[in-house]
């Protein structure tokens, strides 16, 4: 029957989103308390400090992002995650190896692009590139799934998208900035990924 192949992606789907929360979520938690009960906060000084060579600064290209100043800074980025996961699992294929592009390419943005002399930690750089992602998926790639999913996070989360682009004090503006135009990039160039899945089924 024309259901099942549709129900096994769906399926499917849903299992990469349930996937896509541990990938991510995990590791956010995990780094979080781990730094505040066993090293003392000492993981956060190895958050991106840009156009520098030292050890701490490349660190933090790949691994700011799980990197969280308090609580509510920690719970704000996983609030915003939780939708934009579940919206990007269920339309992209090999998410995992999209997550880790966007993840290194928000990092690497922010690196060239953040004021000198200052550090830059947390998700929203992340939050801001795959949401990027699916803004370049759906107008350069017309990937139509992405359409409906930045309808979606526009009509919920405008205002926050649009303060957040906004330079201000304690917000790392390179970091929204630099992540979204990552994504975008990456997202403009995905098309294979979507006429592949098309073609699957």
């Known amino acids: 029957m024309k259901w099942q192949p549709l129900f096994a992606l769906v399926m499917a789907r849903l299992k990469q989103v349930i996937g896509l929360y541990a990938f991510v979520l995990i590791p956010m938690w995990g780094m979080f308390f781990l730094n505040k009960i066993a090293v003392f906060g000492l993981w956060n000084i190895f958050g991106i400090v840009p156009r520098t060579f030292d050890l701490g600064s490349m660190v933090g290209v790949f691994a700011s992002w799980t990197m969280h100043g308090n609580f509510a800074h920690l719970l704000g980025n996983t609030l915003v995650l ?44 992340l939050c801001f590139a795959m949401l990027g992602y699916m803004i370049g998926g759906a107008v350069f790639a017309r990937r139509w799934g992405y359409l409906l999913a930045c309808i979606v996070m526009g009509t919920g989360y405008w205002l926050t998208i649009k303060q957040g682009l906004m330079p201000q004090q304690g917000i790392s503006f390179a970091a929204h900035f630099g992540g979204l135009c990552a994504g975008l990039l990456l997202g403009a160039n995905s098309k294979h990924a979507y006429t592949s899945i098309t073609k699957r089924f």
């Open 82 to 125: 939780l939708q934009i996961l579940f919206l990007f699992g269920l339309f992209e294929n090999n998410a995992y190896r999209t997550i880790l592009k966007l993840i290194v390419a928000s990092g690497v943005m922010t690196w060239l692009i953040a004021s000198p002399l200052t550090i830059h930690i947390g998700a929203s750089g």
